[in-house]
């Protein structure tokens, strides 16, 4: 099966900021790798699919890149409203995998 | 747009079985390129995948629950189940349906989602 470990678990972090998320894969999974955002008391959201694609009505300060074991995801200016927690995910087989999560809190 | 929305029991005691139903509006289950899945959450802690269901039957488990999960589709109604059998505490969670598919390309992710459910085990 394959691993999937993000880091940090959590950051502190300013209005402003850019923010990087780190996801690594056990084995390579290709491009195969989608993130999303979930809020407290909320569904996960999709944010990036096939490791850097934007889906639809997502921000443009999202960012999205890597590939085979190694990805990230930048916020490029933190708002106010992009406080939560990100999730990585590996497609490329089953059993599917979601990382431990990112949570991102206000310094 | 495809919709989704959870239902079944709240509270399930120890040992007994776990039924959930997702519905589905704003589409077919019955696309031939659709999957749909389960997702969990225990209270404060990270996602779990449960399965994947195509509208044909084909089933994928997560090999961790595999031995107590089915997950089957009623096209007819346009839904599509989670039963998870011998419950503990452990499995006290928010459980979520989503869709899982991108049409003809191979790369595949959970979009949307269900609001979520949450389930509690406790006798």
Redesign the interface.
């Known amino acids: 099966?394959i691993q999937m470990t993000q880091s940090p678990s959590s950051l502190s972090a300013s209005v402003g900021d850019r923010v990087t998320i780190t996801c690594r894969a056990s084995q390579s999974i290709g491009?195969?790798l989608?993130w999303?955002q979930q809020k407290p008391g909320?569904?996960?959201?999709?944010l990036i699919?096939?490791a850097s694609?934007l889906?639809s009505g997502v921000s443009s300060r999202f960012r999205g890149s890597g590939s085979g074991t190694e990805f990230t995801l930048t916020i490029s200016s933190l708002q106010p409203e992009d406080f939560a927690t990100y999730?990585c995910?590996q497609?490329y087989i089953?059993?599917?995998?979601?990382?431990?999560?990112t949570k991102v809190e206000i310094k | 747009q495809l919709q989704l929305q959870e239902s079944g029991p709240g509270l399930v005691k120890p040992s007994e079985t776990l039924s959930l139903t997702c519905t589905v509006s704003g589409g077919s289950i019955s696309r031939s390129s659709y999957y749909w899945g389960w997702i969990r959450q225990p209270p404060g802690k990270g996602l779990e995948w449960i399965g994947n269901i195509h509208y044909s039957g084909s089933t994928y488990y997560n090999p961790s629950l595999k031995s107590r999960v089915t997950i089957s589709v009623d096209t007819s109604k346009n839904q599509f189940s989670l039963k998870l059998s011998s419950v503990t505490a452990a499995d006290t969670a928010v459980y979520y349906c989503s869709y899982y598919a991108s049409g003809s390309s191979p790369f595949k992710w959970f979009d949307p989602w269900g609001q979520g459910t949450l389930v509690t085990v406790s006798s």
């Open positions: 099966d491009s195969y989608n999303y909320k569904a996960p959201k999709l699919f096939a694609s889906q999730y995910q497609s089953t059993p599917l995998a979601f990382g431990g999560g």
